[in-house]
């Protein structure tokens, strides 16, 4: 934790715009928070970095003077960001916890219902307690509720003595703060297939300008090599500019994939087609004679050993990748592998794109929010 002077026993209120989100106690996700949230230009974790199994908080960018909405907007941008966390929290103020309470008693709004977004939970539930028990508050007309109300009350409980907080009005919250699907029993969200699909969509999103024109500078075939269910294939298929996709696999594909037009499921093993000869026929089905020119992804999330996935699976295939294509593949770690464990893996998976034809300066690992924590993943370009 680190501040930008000690504050014990505060006493006043410091005006300092922060970010933050809360999830059940995780530490892998705590650390991918806080390194998105530490690197990110939209934060300054120098002036201010708050981290914990559940919560990250860090101040805003310019040292906390960047507004707490333009930058939580700017960061949910990030695929897995907001789907992965508990509650997203924007504050203005860091104060005591005794200061906090004597600000709400002197700057709340008359005739105005309040829904209280805090943490822990433990102080969620001091603040309901709290707004209820005020006889001022109920002279101003001031009440609590989670659904039908007028202002948003975030706060978040820094250490034993420091609260950061903040009050936004109802389309502040529904704008930014919320998170998608709050308030909606069915929600039906962008992507909906499986949490497979969140990876893939992220990995794509962390692709470079030059990567990303280089994949849809014409029609797209993509390759998908153990691809059941087939929640990648059916993320890349279902995308807005024109992209064709191989689905490999022994095993069925959801329905709803299977069904798509701009969708060929090969129901063999993978060295079954890496020869090239069924995947040359099924190329020219999809995008015609110049498929060798048009097949420039190849992406892998299938569970096996990542030393294994590459040399069975992906890197026969990558053959007949074109020059520039990129590579996404999941590196599943299996349990208990430690932190030596994960770099001896990442390190063999490095050798094997090397001298699988990849660009050495190009291979990058990265522990996406949509990772479990288990897993990374590994992207590259062909030569």
Sequence with gaps: MKYLSDQSGVTTTTELNLVGVNFKPNHSLSSRYNSFLSASPLTCSTTFLYSSPSCVVVATGQ????????????????????????????MEKISGVETFYKELNNNLPTDITIRTHAHPQSFFRDI?????????????????????????????????????????????????????????RLPNFDLNFNRAELKIAEAMQLLSEEEI???????????????????????????AKEVSVISIDPAELDPAVANLDNVLHLQHKA????????????????VGSLWRAKFRLLVCDANMDIRDTLRDLVLPLSNLL??????????????????????????????????????????????????????????????
């Design 63 to 90: 040292r906390g003077s960047v507004n707490p909405l333009t930058a939580l907007a700017g960061l949910s941008v990030r695929t897995g960001f907001t789907r992965c966390s508990g509650r997203m929290f924007a």
């Design 128 to 184: 309901l307690d709290y707004i209820d028990a005020q006889e001022v508050f109920k002279q101003r007309n001031i009440n609590s509720s989670p659904t039908n109300f007028s202002h948003l009350l975030v706060a978040v409980q820094l250490d034993s003595e420091k609260v950061g907080w903040g009050l936004y009005s109802l389309e502040q919250y529904k704008q930014t703060i919320s998170r998608p699907g709050d308030g909606d």
């Design 213 to 239: 024109n280089c994949l849809f500078k014409d029609h797209l075939l993509a390759v998908d090599v153990g691809a059941a269910p087939g929640g990648w294939t059916g993320f890349l298929a279902k995308q």
């Design 271 to 286: 060295e079954v087609v890496s020869d090239g000869a069924i995947l040359g026929r099924s190329g020219e089905k999809l």
């Design 322 to 383: 074109s020059p520039g294509g990129i590579l996404i593949v999941t590196i599943k770690l299996g349990r208990r592998v430690g932190v030596e464990g994960v770099s001896r893996k990442v390190e063999s998976a490095h050798q094997l794109l090397v001298e699988g034809g990849f660009k050495e300066d190009s291979i990058r690992v990265d522990w996406l929010f949509g990772n479990s924590k288990n897993e990374r993943t590994i992207s590259a370009v062909k030569k």
